[in-house]
Every structure is written in structure tokens, then in C-alpha cells.
């Protein structure tokens, strides 16, 4: 089992949570957060100043089996992409076991597949 850990921009999500779902990924973790990025300087936008340094993304966390990994890798690639500095960041990591609270099971079996 693997765990897949994506950082993109905030205005990607929609994008992103759609490609996955069509992808057959049916669960998936996310919440907003904030990152410092190398560039530091202001744009203004209708008038006033923002400051580039903090940057609003969203984190999404997928834990899924191994054969799943490739795949899901290219959908987040295709659709967090703007070309543009500051895209984000994908983190894949190995997961060692996975439990079920209800049942007690454990294992890869946890995890649903799409039928």
C-alpha cells in the first residue's frame, strides 16, 4: 500500500476532485493549507497588495494499493498542472498496514475496490 500526498493550488481542487472521482478513486482526504514558498514578492490585485509569500493550496491525502499508484500519479499531474511556478508537490510514501475500526480486518483488503 502506498500513500499519496498532493499540495496544489487551492483554484486546482475542482479539477482535481473530479479527475480522481472519474479516475475511480472513491475516497480521498483533503483540507486547506497554507505553505511558504521561495518567491517573495507583492501583486496587487484590484487595488490592493498581496504578499506571494504565504500561499493558499489544499492538501489531499490518498491511501491506496500499489497497482493503483501510476495511474493516480498522472491524473493529479494532468489536472493540478497550470504550468506556472508554484503547481505543487506530490509525496508517495509506503504505508505498512491499514485497520478497519469497525471490523478489526487489516491489510490491503481494506482498502474498497471499484466494483
Known amino acids: 500500500m502506498k500513500k499519496i500526498e498532493a499540495i496544489?493550488?487551492?483554484?486546482k481542487f475542482e479539477d482535481v476532485k473530479e479527475a480522481l472521482l472519474a479516475s475511480d478513486i472513491d475516497w480521498f482526504e483533503y483540507h486547506e493549507?497554507?505553505?511558504i514558498g521561495q518567491s517573495r514578492q507583492e501583486r496587487i490585485y484590484r487595488g490592493v497588495v498581496y504578499s506571494t509569500d504565504m500561499i493558499e493550496r489544499m492538501h489531499i491525502t490518498?491511501?491506496?494499493?500499489?497497482m493503483l499508484v501510476d495511474n493516480t500519479?498522472?491524473?493529479l499531474l494532468q489536472?493540478?498542472?497550470t504550468g506556472q511556478v508554484g503547481d505543487g508537490r506530490?509525496?508517495?510514501s509506503e504505508v505498512?498496514?491499514?485497520y478497519s475500526i469497525r471490523t478489526g480486518e487489516h491489510g490491503d483488503t481494506v482498502l474498497r475496490d471499484k466494483k
Open 96 to 98: 505498512i498496514d491499514c
Open 62 to 66: 490518498i491511501v491506496l494499493r500499489d
Open 90 to 92: 506530490i509525496f508517495v
Open 33 to 35: 493549507c497554507h505553505g
Open 79 to 81: 489536472a493540478a498542472n
Open 8 to 11: 496544489i493550488r487551492k483554484t
Open 73 to 75: 500519479i498522472k491524473v
